[in-house]
DNA sequence: AAGGGCCTCAACCGCTTGTGC
DNA sequence: GGCACAAGCGGTTGAGGCCCT
């Protein structure tokens, strides 16, 4: 795909560095890689094109691997329903595409990402709809045909500056000033909504050991509610996890995903029912209550998680 | 038919995070 | 605490196909 000569930065790209191959993969690559993890399993993707017989490098394999050759992945078009579930996470937990797919099975990252850029952000562009934000344009350029942003810089997400806990939410902060008050409350649980992640994130790393065969963010995506069927876990032992893990981010992110858990915003969604575009994401922006009681839940949950995990852990090994 | 522009998406890059020593 | 390494993540790129004139 991309041309190897292109990459004039200040740093070699490793691939070239090693005079490793680059570019689209060959059916031949294809076969090799998806035999060898067939057999040795994933991880180690430094070492794994070498012992696996490839010129590539270990981000490459990785990368093709999840992406592409991984029997869980799904293939063909984005069914109108995970469609509407993208457009649900991605208004609640912003550009985090692994969050995202790790909801939505069989589709990857990468596979959101660009079905975000290339369609869904054009979509809400044409209803109206800032993609970054999921609030209403400035009513000035909405419902103006004679304007279309499609090709509007707005279509991109806007770089972020990288940061340990990204918050897609803080773009929706900025213009609260002016905002409702109900975006506000989304914004404020959103906010929660990621330091909860945080808290998962922590709660769990202490039983995230270096055990031969661990994948970094297995339990992760488990944990935050992301079922993922290639952790290398088996099905007894994702059971295992399940039993008692309380996933209580995973129930969290469901209630916000499904509009009945808010009755308010659900009743003005009926009332707004032939008076809007019934595929309006505002209109569908839940109403959040203050103080649903769930952190405290969190944080006794992140202890049984935490000891779930190295009791699953010890079984692994 | 041609060719220019647009669109899609696989692949890459740079950065961050996690872990072991 | 600092360093090195492995892995994951989000943003970006560009080849190839499609569409329009």
Request: hydrophobic fraction near 30%.
């Amino acid at each position: 795909m991309r041309n190897p000569s292109s990459s004039g930065g200040t740093k070699t790209p490793c691939c070239i560095k090693v005079g490793l191959k680059r570019g689209p993969w060959t059916p031949e690559e294809d076969e090799l890689l998806a035999g060898y993890i067939n057999r040795e399993g994933e991880g180690r993707w430094r070492t794994l094109p070498k012992r696996a017989g490839l010129l590539r490098c270990g981000k490459s394999c990785r990368l093709r691997w999840m992406n592409y050759l991984r029997p869980s992945v799904k293939r063909g078009q984005i069914a109108p329903d995970e469609e509407d579930l993208i457009l649900r996470l991605h208004r609640l937990l912003g550009n985090r595409w692994s969050l995202i797919a790790g909801r939505i099975p069989g589709r990857t990252d990468n596979e959101i990402k660009n079905y975000w850029n290339t369609h869904l952000s054009k979509k809400l562009i044409s209803q109206g709809i800032d993609p970054r934000t999921h609030k209403p344009l400035n009513p000035e350029t909405q419902n103006s045909s004679s304007n279309p942003p499609a090709k509007a810089p707005s279509a991109k997400p806007a770089p972020r500056p990288r940061s340990p806990n990204p918050s897609p939410i803080s773009s929706g902060l900025e213009e609260t000033s002016s905002g409702s008050p109900a975006i506000i409350k989304v914004n404020d649980q959103l906010q929660s909504a990621n330091n909860m992640e945080a808290v998962y994130q922590n709660g769990t790393a202490a039983a995230h050991g270096g055990q031969a065969g661990y994948l970094p963010g297995a339990e992760h995506y488990h944990v935050m509610g992301l079922r993922s069927s290639h952790h290398g876990l088996s099905n007894e032992e994702e059971e295992d996890l399940n039993c008692g893990g309380d996933d209580v981010f995973s129930s969290f992110l469901n209630s916000l995903i499904n509009e009945e858990a808010f009755p308010i915003q659900h009743q003005l969604q009926q009332q707004a029912i032939g008076s809007s575009s019934d595929s309006d994401p505002m209109a569908a922006a839940p109403v959040f209550g203050i103080g649903t009681g769930w952190e405290s839940a969190i944080m006794s949950s992140v202890i049984n998680q935490d000891n779930n995990s190295r009791r699953v852990n010890e079984q692994v090994k």
